[in-house]
């Protein structure tokens, strides 16, 4: 897996509750780690989650940055993004719900928008389902909505959902 800054050192968040969570870019040794977040963490309902390969197809990409968080040396969340032509994209992210709404999310964000800033990314993007409640935390952190793809998810009872783009300028 490539990654833009070898050299970077694990970085100490503390975040609400006392926490301190850990984050460290890591590789395909973290897969089984990802795997067991993202079946909690998605619903089935809107096909979003990954299987293992497309997991390992996405990281074995040039560019591609697995990040994991961890509290007390317990992995709580990850994000899996991708750096192209000087822009960041935000593959994925997932929280643990045991962990979630304790400001790891934001954790991950906020360092995977600094690192991106320190290796001149010109922006990140990501996408998010409409009706998905961490637009509100995306938008806290300033990204923007450039985009939508209508209809693009389908949740229960065959409802559709559009697929919302944002972007942050760095």
């Known amino acids: 897996m490539s990654q833009l800054k070898p050299d970077l050192e694990n970085d100490a968040i503390p975040v609400d509750l006392g926490e301190t969570i850990e984050l460290e870019y890591a590789g395909y040794d973290k897969l089984r780690v990802v795997m067991q977040i993202m079946g909690k963490s998605f619903s089935s309902v809107y096909g979003e989650s990954w299987n293992e390969h497309q997991c390992r197809s996405m990281l074995s990409l040039p560019g591609t940055l697995l ?24 593959l994925m992210i997932a929280v643990d719900p045991d962990y979630q709404n304790k400001g790891i999310g934001l954790a991950i964000l906020k360092r995977l928008i600094s690192d991106a800033e320190d290796n001149g990314t010109i922006a990140v993007f990501l996408e998010v389902r409409s009706n998905n409640p961490a637009q509100s935390l995306y938008q806290k952190l300033g990204f923007e909505k450039i985009g939508l793809r209508p209809a693009y998810y389908t949740g229960h009872n065959k409802e559709k959902f559009d697929a919302i783009t944002y972007k942050k300028s760095l």
């Open 67 to 90: 990040m994991i968080a961890a509290s007390d040396e317990q992995p709580c969340g990850f994000a899996i993004s991708r750096v192209i032509a000087g822009e960041q994209e935000l």
